[in-house]
Structure formats: C-alpha cells, structure tokens
Nanobody
Framework: VQLVESGGGLVQAGGSLKLACVAS????????MNWYRQAPGKQSEYVAS???????DYADSVKGRFAVSRDDNKNTMFLQMSSLRPEDTGVYFC???????WGQGTQVTVSS
C-alpha cells in the first residue's frame, strides 16, 4: 500500500489546516494508522493514530488541538489541526506499520 499526504502549507499561529493521507489500496484491514512529524534538525515525533475500530490516540503536545479520523471507504486518513503553533512546524508523514508503509510527507509551516 502506498500512502500520499496532502494539505500542508503555510499558516499563521492560531490557524488551522487539514491533512489527508490517501492509500493506494484498501485500509479497512489495517488496524492502526499513524501521523508522525519531523521538525528541521530533530527526530521524527509521534503525533496521533487512528484504528479501524474507531479508537484514536494523541501525543500530549497536540491533545485538544488536533483530531485524527479515517474514512476506510475512501482509503483516507485525516488530521484536522487547529490552534496551530510555531512548534507544530515540520514535515507530517502518515504511516501504516502493519504493512510497512510510509508516505513522502507534507510540509506544515506555522508562522508566529
């Protein structure tokens, strides 16, 4: 399964963006799919995950501001990001660990 992210861009602090991760095949049987991000000069950081049974999980740094969801009928996972901060800047990747898939990433830049 190939993953392609989209929806990144430049936004002012306090703004919102919605990322999408589209899979080339069915994701219905893939339990967990995750979002990670990598800031310049830093290691990648876990952001959020969503399972095919509806459970979600978030890093403490994004709880209450980000919302992850999936539409398995459209083979797509989303990340709604609100109240963005400059420290949210980075390349955002989606992953499907069970099938060993990572996307190429989409750049999110939050200006102060």
């Amino acid at each position: 399964v190939q993953l392609v992210e989209s929806g990144g861009g430049l936004v002012q602090a306090g703004g919102s963006l919605k990322l999408a991760c589209v899979a080339s095949g069915s994701i219905a049987s893939i339990n967990a799919m995750n979002w990670y991000r990598q800031a310049p000069g830093k290691q990648s950081e876990y952001v959020a995950s969503a399972t095919n049974v509806g459970t979600t999980d978030y890093a403490d740094s994004v709880k209450g501001r980000f919302a992850v969801s999936r539409d398995d009928n459209k083979n797509t996972m989303f990340l709604q990001m609100s109240s963005l901060r400059p420290e949210d800047t980075g390349v955002y990747f989606c992953t499907a660990p069970a099938v060993g898939s990572w996307g190429q990433g989409t750049q999110v830049t939050v200006s102060s």
